[in-house]
Structure formats: C-alpha cells, structure tokens
C-alpha cells in the first residue's frame, strides 16, 4: 500500500512558477512509477507529467513540455512538479499518482494509488 500527500499548490499570476510535492509512504516508492494529472471543473482528469522509477524516463504533455518539469529523489520518497510560465488555463486539481510498473503510462487507468489532489489556481 502507498500513501500519496500533495503539497505546494496554490493561486499564483499568469507566467509565475510553483513546485508541487508529492511525499509518498512506503518503503517500495522507488519501484513505482510516477505520474501527475490534472483536473479542470467539467474536464475529465489529464496526464500532465510522468517520470520511471530510476528516472531516466520522464514524459510530458504537448501542454506542457518546455514549462513543467517532473523529478524525484527516491531517497526521500518525493516526486516534485516545477511549473514555470504558468498559464490560466492551468489551473486545475493537480494529483500525483504511483503505478506499479517501471515505465510511463499516460493512461490514468494504469496508476494503481492517488493523492487526495491540490488546488493549483493561475490569474490572468
């Protein structure tokens, strides 16, 4: 079992920056791979950012790419979203999530445990 608690969120002006937290329980986080959505009111959930649990995997929305940047340090069971140039249209629930398998999965479906979300809110 895993536990995922999201932090760092927050109501930031178009074209500043946050950096999500992701901490996650468990001794076994290294092997999971990591991903973060987001949910917009009336929108269904949306990969955001995905990164494999030795790191040398790291994927991105087309929305996102050049903007967002997914790491982690396993040895504090932390995944981290840097968001820079932030837009309105980015403001969103956003949520981490873990899936037990090695590699990035867009598909929100394959990612087995979910954090309870935070509130990321981007004024034009």
């Known amino acids: 079992q895993v536990q995922l608690v999201e932090s760092g969120g927050g109501l930031v002006q178009a074209g500043g920056s946050l950096r999500l937290s992701c901490a996650a329980s468990?001794?076994?986080?290294?092997?999971?791979?990591m991903g973060w959505f987001r949910q917009a009111p009336g929108k269904e959930r949306e990969f955001v950012a995905g990164?494999?649990?030795?790191?040398?995997?790291?994927y991105y929305a087309d929305s996102v790419k050049g903007r967002f940047t997914i790491s982690r340090d396993n040895a504090k069971n932390t995944v981290y979203l840097q968001m820079n140039s932030l837009k309105p249209e980015d403001t969103a629930v956003y949520y981490c999530?873990?899936?037990?398998?090695?590699?990035?999965?867009?598909?929100?479906?394959?990612?087995?445990?979910w954090g309870q979300g935070t509130q990321v809110t981007v004024s034009s």
């Open positions: 999530a873990a899936g037990i398998h090695p590699v990035v999965y867009t598909n929100p479906h394959m990612y087995n445990y």
């Open positions: 468990g001794r076994t986080f290294s092997s999971y791979a």
């Open positions: 990164i494999s649990w030795s790191s040398d995997i790291t």
